[in-house]
């Protein structure tokens, strides 16, 4: 099992970023993806969860309205989408296969700064 993120990103304030997260070695719509973040310094933060199989979406309510994840079972590929960047979403952005976070991805930085 693999979950294998994109490259770093760095973005202005106000931006939008998109990570994505290809998995491999499982049958993609089996498990949900959950999306955590940690920024320098701090712990984790969970930003929420999608199921692959029907797209269904939970977020975190810090996030509601400035995130979106997608699937594409066709890939096997999970996205998250953070809109209006601001310095505080500096971190480093994790999936991880949900319910046991048995696997995770490598991490992708995402730096916010002008």
């Known amino acids: 099992v693999q979950l294998v993120q994109s490259g770093a990103e760095l973005r202005n304030p106000g931006a939008s970023v998109k990570v994505s997260c290809k998995a491999s070695?499982?049958?993609?719509?089996?498990?949900?993806i959950d999306w955590v973040r940690q920024a320098p310094g701090q712990g984790l933060e969970w930003m929420g969860r999608i199921d692959p199989e029907d797209g269904v979406t939970k977020y975190a309510q810090k996030f509601q309205g400035r995130v979106i994840f997608t699937a594409d079972t066709s890939t096997s590929t999970a996205y998250v989408e953070l809109s209006s960047l601001r310095s505080e979403d500096t971190a480093v952005y994790y999936c991880?296969?949900?319910?046991?976070?048995?696997?995770w991805g490598q991490g992708t930085q995402v730096t916010v700064s002008s």
């Open positions: 991880a296969r949900s319910w046991a976070y048995d696997y």
């Open positions: 070695g499982y049958t993609f719509t089996s498990h949900y």
